[in-house]
């Protein structure tokens, strides 16, 4: 069964039009996370929450912004898409920070074009 | 700042091949290193380290932390052509996940 859920899977988007992606969870963890990842680069923290405290990465563009009004769902806000902005968005999750047995699991990731 | 290092950052390799990948890092407040392997799709869990010197296997796969050197390896042993993906390193310091490049690995029959 799916723990970590991401809609939709691929989102097309035009320039300048505010999109919004979802993801939802099972696990009833306590941090959520969203990554940006480029073709053929690493993974990139963009922020997270613990419970509903938000952490923003510090170079993380002001275009992006994120909601988690509650334990299982987070948003992901862009507010104006660039064509830099294309990539694949990665939720994930944890049960906390403080466990050094924590591990992390994906969601399948939401593919954005911008035309 | 943070990073994680990974060297190679592509290899090409034959069916049967072991192969030993490589993560550096310089982090604050280290908590743990962890192991991934993505195809296209998103990555998926395979190893997480928090102590010196003590290796972890999963058939193939181990992988071993040196937390005075700063490093980790990744060796797969007997590799096949499910194992071409990328590898991701990457290390937590607290509570985000910084990765590292990434070893594409190429296994050719």
């Known amino acids: 069964d799916a723990m970590v859920i991401q809609n939709p899977r691929y989102q097309v988007t035009q320039f300048g039009k505010p999109v919004t992606l979802s993801c939802s969870q099972t696990?009833?963890?306590?941090?959520m996370y969203w990554y940006q990842q480029k073709s053929s680069q690493a993974p990139k923290l963009l922020f997270h929450?613990?419970?509903?405290?938000?952490?923003n990465e510090a170079d993380t563009p002001d275009n992006f912004q994120s909601r988690r009004p509650n334990t299982s769902f987070c948003f992901l806000d862009i507010r104006s898409p660039g064509l830099g902005d294309a990539a694949m968005y990665l939720c994930a999750t944890s049960r906390g920070t403080l466990a050094d047995t924590d591990t992390q699991y994906f969601g399948p990731g939401t593919r954005l074009t911008v035309l | 700042e943070d990073k994680v290092v990974q060297s190679p950052l592509s290899l090409v390799v034959h069916e049967g091949d072991t192969v030993t990948l490589n993560c550096s890092y310089e982090?604050?407040?280290?908590?743990?290193l962890l192991w991934y392997k993505q195809e296209k799709k998103a990555p998926t869990f395979l190893f997480m380290l928090?102590?010196?010197?003590i290796e972890k296997k999963s058939g193939r796969l181990s992988s071993i932390l040196d937390k005075k050197e700063l490093f980790s390896i990744l060796n797969i042993t007997a590799t096949q052509t499910g194992d071409s993906a990328i590898y991701l390193c990457?290390?937590?310091?607290?509570?985000?996940?910084?990765f590292g490049p990434g070893t594409s690995l190429s296994v050719i029959p």
């Open positions: 928090t102590s010196s010197g």
């Open positions: 929450y613990y419970d509903k405290d938000f952490n």
């Open positions: 696990l009833n963890h306590n941090v």
């Open positions: 990457a290390v937590r310091p607290y509570d985000k996940v910084i």
């Open positions: 982090v604050t407040n280290f908590r743990s």
